[in-house]
């Protein structure tokens, strides 16, 4: 499970201080660069163009004893819109005589297990001789080491974020520093095949006023769980072996609730973060549109309009229609014309819905509409 994560394509840097009036700027591409045979590259000297070159070198006649900073890049327009190659910025305020060590090339992660993993990188053929590398996730120093890999251990957080930032930085044994090479990480198409499986498609049935069943789906990429947790509210409620449903009776009526499920293995290792979850309102009725208008069409008729109602505690598979608060009649469509109004006139329409049970919601929705004189 070894992926590598850039993003862009970075070429390793390096410099080399020959007088307080020259330096010189090593770069090589590394072995993931698509663009090899590409030879040009934009030098940044202090944030501003210094030169265009084909060569992987370039000779800076304007050193000044304070020192510089440079990075290379690539204008991605000549070449391919979504790819990107640019080094870091390396910093020259060096001796004379002195080189800077050369960034690491290649980086790459390998997923170890659910909690640790392990990076790697291959060193630069050139430059001086390494002391040691620093690597560095976000802006916290995760490891030391005089070896071309590190392993570490990931935080509790890992398999539930997208990512980390690593930078590796290269270190002589003079205290000199390369730029650092970064490596950006997602973790959680490894993880998945470590972790038990996720459940999807969360939704729920038979919304009561104190209870309400969940049912869910499982991915089909990990291993077989051994339990789920049920999260309701940000808090774990329950815990069931079945593996696609569970019934919460513990509510209270008319009230919102959100719920999650994650998946155990027998380690207690859960599941990645459901990227679904579900909202809840207990109900004793069936819920009532959002909405109801009301169109006139000429002096004569209305059509009126409404938009199918949520499922609550009963499922909705009717509309009751009322004008004037007069019954006009029950439709399993969204919408009712009507004919042979008189002109100039204003009516007031109410609908109600109407559950799998037969029984009708208590309130209604209602809207007035005028026909035109004419």
């Known amino acids: 499970m070894t992926a590598n994560n850039n993003h862009e394509f970075y070429p390793t840097l390096a410099g080399e201080v020959y007088s307080d009036t020259l330096a010189e700027l090593f770069w090589v591409d590394d072995g993931s660069n698509p663009f090899l045979g590409i030879r040009e590259y934009d030098i940044y000297r202090d944030g501003e ?39 870091e910025t390396l910093e020259l305020p060096l001796q ?20 640790s993993l392990q990076l790697s990188w291959d060193t630069a053929a050139w430059g001086v001789e390494p002391l040691h590398y620093e690597v560095m996730r976000g802006d916290t120093l995760v490891g030391v080491t ?66 309400v069943t969940l049912y869910w789906e499982l991915n089909e990429i990990g291993t077989v769980p051994s339990a789920y947790e049920i999260v309701r509210n940000g808090e774990i409620v329950d815990q069931t072996s079945s593996s696609s449903s569970y019934t919460d009776t513990a509510l209270e009526a008319d009230t919102l609730y959100r719920y999650a499920v ?19 309102l207990t109900r004793g009725g069936p819920f009532l549109p959002e909405k109801v208008v009301a169109l006139p069409y000429g002096p004569s008729t209305i059509e009126v ?70």
């Open 49 to 87: 163009l210094a030169e265009t070159r084909t060569a992987l070198s370039w000779l800076d006649e304007n050193y000044t004893p304070i020192g510089h900073s440079y990075f290379i890049d690539t204008n991605p327009e000549r070449y391919r819109d979504d790819y990107r190659l640019r080094s």
């Open 146 to 211: 005089s070896d071309t890999y590190l392993s570490h251990i990931m935080p509790n957080v890992s398999y539930y974020g997208f990512g980390y930032a690593y930078q590796i930085t290269t270190v002589d044994a003079n205290g000199r520093r390369s730029s650092p090479m970064p490596l950006y990480t997602d973790l959680r198409e490894s993880l998945q095949l470590l972790l038990p499986r996720e459940p999807i498609n969360l939704h729920g049935s038979d919304v009561m006023l104190t209870s």
């Open 305 to 374: 309009i409404w938009p199918r109602a949520v499922s609550g505690a009963t499922t909705v598979t009717e509309y009751q229609v009322f004008r004037d608060d007069i019954f006009i009649a029950t439709v399993d469509a969204l919408s009712l014309m009507e004919y042979e109004f008189a002109p100039a006139t204003t009516y007031t329409y109410s609908i109600r819905s109407v559950g799998s049970r037969g029984n009708a919601s208590e309130d209604e929705v209602t809207t007035t509409v005028t026909t035109p004189s004419r």
């Open 96 to 115: 004379v005589g002195t080189r800077s060590p050369a960034s690491v090339g290649n980086p790459r992660v390998e997923v170890l297990s659910v909690d």
């Open 262 to 280: 994650r998946s155990l293995d027998e380690d207690g290792n859960q599941s990645l973060p459901a990227i679904e979850s579900l909202r809840v």
